[in-house]
C-alpha cells in the first residue's frame, strides 16, 4: 500500500524569514514529508519586504531541498491548507507569551475546520529571543545581526536599510 505524502503548511508574515523560523521548519521535516511556507498576504499589515522579496529569501535560504515549498496565500489558513491538502499547520513557540494568541487560533483553526490539526514545534533554546521585529530593530540601527538570519535574508535586510537611507525614510 503506498501511504500518502502528509502536508503541512507553516503560515506566517515572514518578514524576513529568520534562523528561528529554520530551526521550527527543520524540525517540522521530521514528521511531514513536505513543509509548505505560506506567507500571508496581509494588505492592513505594513511589511518591510515584498511579497516576492519575502518569498525569494526563503526559496534562497531552502535551495534545493525539494520537501520545502514557499508560496503566498490570502484568507484562511484552514482553506488554504485544504487547497494543498494539507493535514496540519505548524507554528513555532518560543515563550508562555506566545501560547495564549496560538491556543486561540489554534482553536478558530479547529472550529472553521476540523480536519486540519495545529501542531506546535518548540523553538530551539538559542532562538527563544528572535523574531523578525526584533531583528528588524537591530538590523536598522546598524547592529550586526549575523548568525539570527540565513546569510541571504542578512544581505537583503542591510540593502533594504540603505535604499530606505538614501530615499530619507
Ligand atoms: O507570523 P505571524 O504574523 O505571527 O502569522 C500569523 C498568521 C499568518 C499565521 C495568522 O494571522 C493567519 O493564519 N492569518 C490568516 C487568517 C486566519 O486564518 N486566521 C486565523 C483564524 S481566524
Known sequence: MTQKKKIAI?????DPLTNGHVDIIERALDIFDEVIIAV???????????MEERI???RDSFNGEKAVQADSFGGLAVEYAKMKNAVAIIRGMRAVSDFESEF????MNRKLNKEVQSVFLMTGFRWIFTSSSIIK???MFGGDISGMVPETVKIKLMEKYAELKKQGK
Open 56 to 58: 525569494a529569501m526563503i
Open 10 to 14: 507553516y503560515p506566517g508574515s515572514f
Open 137 to 139: 530593530e537591530a538590523a
Open 104 to 107: 486561540q487560533m489554534a482553536l
Open 40 to 50: 500571508l498576504h496581509n494588505p492592513h499589515k505594513k511589511a518591510l519586504f515584498t
